[in-house]
């Protein structure tokens, strides 16, 4: 089992519609949780870290499921600008490397 | 304030040369990753230095790659006798790299695109 797993879509919705990714993780004692946003051609840019009581930031909502190992997040009202791929990140904390996922990719249609 | 800085941003190469991509992380930065991402793919983990520990190779593909972490600030990934499958985005990545969760973030340079003719 990967370490970290995405669904690599694409997810193609249109403008206005509320979409969610998971993303699950195999090592139960990893402490931090992060999503990014890489668009075409650019490097990763950090989008939210996700918090055991979850968090919300704007139309972006992250979750945190420990006993399921997975992570998820909700983008709500999508718009064309949210067109990207979005990559889960874990860390097992310490001083351990992270692991990035190998991302989902949004589009979004008009 | 200054973030992440590669450089060459771009490189073109003919096969079986050698080449070096530097990278510059935050000031204060402890720890520093190494990433490739081929055209259409995921983020391919290369190297991990934190502070002096013994940097976390695993990811290194062959032994044509390595990479060093001078005075625990910049690093420079070393490409030896290039193939063409090693072209692709080159991204280094620091973060503060102290124990906590908010301090695991990443933050990513602009990449240096090599190309091997």
């Known amino acids: 089992r990967k370490e970290v797993e995405q669904d690599p879509g694409p997810f193609n919705v249109p403008e206005g519609a509320t979409v969610a990714f998971n993303c699950t993780y195999s090592?139960?004692?990893?402490?931090?949780f992060f999503w990014y946003r890489q668009d075409c051609r650019k490097e990763p840019k950090l989008l939210m870290s996700?918090?055991?009581s979850g968090n919300e930031d704007g139309r972006f909502t992250a979750q945190l499921n420990r006993a399921s190992q997975y992570i998820s997040l909700l983008i709500r009202d999508s718009k064309l600008s949210d067109s990207a791929t979005y990559l889960c990140?874990?860390?097992?904390?310490?001083?351990?490397?992270?692991?990035f996922g190998t991302g989902t990719k949004l589009q979004v249609i008009p | 304030g200054a973030g992440v800085s590669q450089s060459p941003s771009n490189k073109v190469t003919e096969k079986g040369k050698d080449v070096e991509l530097r990278c510059d992380p935050i000031?204060?930065?402890?720890?520093l990753y190494w990433y490739r991402q081929r055209l259409g793919q995921g983020l391919e983990f290369l190297i991990y230095?934190?502070?002096?520990?013994?940097?976390?190779k695993s990811g290194l593909p062959s032994d044509r790659f390595s990479a060093e972490r001078t005075g625990g600030s910049v690093s420079t990934l070393t490409i030896q006798r290039t193939q063409q499958e090693d072209s692709a985005v080159y991204l280094c990545?620091?973060?503060?790299?102290?124990?906590?969760?908010?301090?695991?973030?990443?933050?990513f340079g602009p990449g240096t695109r090599l190309t091997v003719l």
């Open positions: 990140v874990v860390s097992p904390g310490g001083y351990q490397k992270v692991t």
């Open positions: 000031s204060g930065h402890t720890a």
């Open positions: 230095f934190q502070g002096n520990s013994a940097p976390d």
């Open positions: 996700v918090y055991s």
């Open positions: 990545a620091s973060s503060l790299g102290i124990r906590g969760t908010r301090t695991d973030t990443q933050y």
């Open positions: 090592n139960s004692a990893s402490q931090s």
